[in-house]
């Protein structure tokens, strides 16, 4: 069995589908936030679309979409996201 690739999620590309790992908190509980949004391990994220200038970047979280600032989405682990439709990976 091969080991997935881990990123940033601030790295993956638009169009892409991951699988969150890990949130880091932030030096201000940035990962905190994020985690009261739905972005906690397990869940699938897929990456919708970046501003002209590349920031923000809106995200579909579990049928929403949140617009994260690449500073923010840089403290979230993420690795490719398995074929499927679901939105959460049991664990």
């Not at 069995?1 to 990123?7: F, K, S």
């Not at 880091?24 to 679309?49: F, K, S, Y």
């Amino acid at each position: 069995m091969t080991e997935m690739r881990r990123i940033k999620l601030s790295e993956a590309p638009v169009g892409a589908r991951v699988l969150v790992c890990s949130v880091e908190p932030g030096p201000e509980g940035q990962g905190r936030r994020l985690e009261d949004m739905g972005v906690i391990a397990g869940t699938v994220i897929r990456v919708e679309r970046r501003a002209p200038m590349g920031d923000p970047t809106i995200y579909e979280v579990r049928h929403a979409r949140l617009a994260v600032r690449r500073a923010d989405a840089s403290l979230v682990e993420v690795e490719s996201a398995p074929a499927g439709g679901g939105d959460d990976v049991a664990l």
